[in-house]
């Protein structure tokens, strides 16, 4: 096992203090959004070795997955990521036309999809999936979201969100959830306010998470969590952000069918160990809860362990590391340590 030097991202959205005292350093006025461990060209990590350090993808080669520690103080933008056809054909339509990787104008940064799982650390809000027809129709009639729920009614979901979207600035609705007053405290008209009306809004707590597959719009309001995801950053936004927003790109990528609940519940595998269920064959992830012991021999290629409660031995809060294939670690006392592989 190895110790991982992770990369920080310091996006305009990310809170001050929460990755900083995970790491166990002096908060310094940045915004800290998120913190890497990966191969991917955007935030490539270090292996701390006894020789000094090495890149992760020399010591381990190309992961196929990205773990992240993302902290979010103001709401992320609503957005969707795509399948890795659309990823090829988006990169490839990119390159053509000449828009550099680093370019703010760039949308597909690499060809492959980006399915997430976020797992809460803390309490995290996120607006996440749509609900039915039936249940938007009826909560618009309740609280006199006529406009909204004339257009669902009488166009459906997809014309619904094109509408919104495409048109405007809105005069929003009264008698809105707190949550989507601040955002339109912070975006007055946005339409993507009245998309945000008829999706799942979740509070999850800590161990709880989100799945995000490849056309699931979604956006992060607030909290502190663990991301697992392909390694990608193929991201296709449509509100709330000063970064690059395409409508038309979003709503061919979007999927405009409704989900019963977006939440991921945690399953035993035995006692201290939990796996999350994914619909995706690209990443695992478990979360183990150490209070004596525990013995972790990798048989994948590579794994990533981070520990982001308590002191269990090997790791520490805010500490990182790669084992490959074959080699073990022993944990041992309190704590709580994700393990994260590739399966693809």
Same mark, same amino acid.
């Given at each position: ?13 990310g809170?001050q ?26 935030g490539?990590?270090?292996v ?11 010591y ?9 520690i ?5 709401p ?10 659309q990823?090829?054909l ?10 550099p990787?680093?370019?703010?104008l760039?949308?597909y940064?690499?060809?492959s999809a980006?399915?997430e799982l ?24 309740r609280?006199?979201?006529n ?6 009614a ?5 014309e619904? %969100? =094109?509408? @919104?979207? +495409?048109?405007g600035?809105?005069?929003?609705? #009264?008698h ?13 008209g ?7 009306l008829?999706m799942h ?9 989100l ?17 697992v ?6 991201? %296709? =936004?449509? @509100?709330? +952000? ?6 038309? #790109? ?8 409704p989900?019963?609940t ?6 035993q595998?035995e006692p201290g ?9 690209r990443f ?6 150490v209070?004596?012991s525990?013995?972790i021999r ?16 090997s790791? +520490? ?17 309190n ?10």
């Amino acid at each position: 096992m190895q110790l991982l030097r992770g990369v920080v991202q310091h996006y305009d959205w990310g809170d001050q203090q929460s990755i900083p005292q995970f790491l166990g350093v002096e908060p310094d006025a940045k915004p800290w959004a998120e913190l890497w461990f990966g191969t991917h060209r955007s935030g490539p990590s270090l292996v701390k070795t006894s020789t000094g350090n090495q890149s992760l993808e020399q010591y381990a080669g190309d992961l196929s997955f990205l773990v992240k520690i993302i902290a979010a103080a103001k709401p992320l933008s609503l957005q969707t990521h795509p399948t890795d056809e659309q990823a090829q054909l988006g990169y490839q339509q990119e390159n053509e036309i000449g828009i550099p990787l680093d370019s703010p104008l760039r949308i597909y940064k690499d060809i492959s999809a980006k399915p997430e799982l976020l797992i809460a650390m803390s309490p995290f809000e996120a607006i996440c999936g749509f609900r039915s027809d039936e249940e938007n129709i009826e909560l618009c009639k309740r609280f006199g979201w006529n406009a909204l729920g004339q257009h669902l009614a009488d166009d459906g979901l997809a014309e619904c %969100v =094109r509408w @919104a979207l +495409t048109t405007g600035p809105h005069s929003l609705p #009264e008698h809105m959830p707190a949550w989507a007053g601040r955002l339109a405290n912070m975006y007055p008209g946005n339409g993507g306010i009245l998309v945000a009306l008829l999706m799942h809004h979740v509070k999850l707590q800590p161990g709880q998470a989100l799945y995000l597959g490849a056309g699931n719009v979604h956006a992060y309001l607030g909290g502190t969590g663990l991301e697992v995801m392909a390694s990608s950053d193929n991201v %296709v =936004r449509a @509100a709330f +952000t000063q970064k690059k927003v395409d409508i038309d #790109e979003f709503l061919h990528v979007a999927r405009m069918v409704p989900i019963t609940t977006p939440i991921v519940e945690a399953v035993q595998q035995e006692p201290g160990v939990w796996n999350y269920p994914v619909e995706t064959q690209r990443f695992a992830a478990q979360r183990i809860d150490v209070t004596t012991s525990h013995h972790i021999r990798a048989s994948h290629n590579a794994e990533i362990l981070v520990c982001t409660a308590g002191n269990a031995g090997s790791l +520490t809060m805010g500490q990182a590391a790669v084992l490959r294939n074959g080699e073990a670690v022993s944990l041992s006392g309190n704590g709580t340590v994700f393990r994260v592989w590739g399966t693809r």
